[in-house]
């Protein structure tokens, strides 16, 4: 997947296609998502790191969701801007759910496409007006599940 600029995206003749916007617009938000996670690190606690990734997460996602007709053009047109997607946003979380667990802020037994799966939930939750605020009480639930440290079996 490219992270490069809008302006560096893949042109079709002189013009950017229709599609071709869309996507980059897609790659762009997504790329953005991804890379804040060494900003998030760098200015706040493992913990505090990985709840402010999930409220951008969730931000993300929703506005994707506003997208659906759009990014299914750019499918219908033969590119798939998800491809990627997945496996980019499993990385960026895994790097904040390891640094969180070392930290001791939560557990280490959880993967990060569980937590994702988690997110994508109630970013669908949250994309009716009016309940982001509902969105970042479930948000705090997810993290306390996370703070639990199940007894170790002996």
């Known amino acids: 997947m490219s992270s490069r600029p809008v302006d560096e995206q893949p042109r079709v003749g002189r013009e950017a296609t229709r599609e071709a916007l869309i996507e980059a617009a897609y790659r762009n938000e997504l790329v953005g998502v991804c890379d804040a996670v060494a900003e998030l690190q760098g200015a706040l606690s493992p913990e505090k790191a990985l709840r402010t990734w999930m409220d951008r997460f969730v931000d993300y996602m929703t506005t994707k969701m506003g997208m659906g007709d759009a990014l299914r053009t750019v499918i219908a047109a033969g590119t798939d801007p998800y ?63 996370l703070r639990y440290q199940p007894r170790r079996r002996r």
């Not at 969180?100 to 970013?123: C, E, F, T, W």
């Open 83 to 145: 491809a990627e997607s997945r496996e980019l946003l499993d990385n960026a979380l895994e790097q904040l759910l390891t640094a969180a667990a070392k930290d001791g802020a939560i557990r280490d037994d959880v993967a990060a496409d569980d937590v994702l799966i988690s997110l994508s939930g109630i970013a669908i939750a949250a994309r009716e007006t009016g309940h982001r605020e509902q969105a970042g009480r479930l948000l705090d639930l997810l993290l306390d599940g």
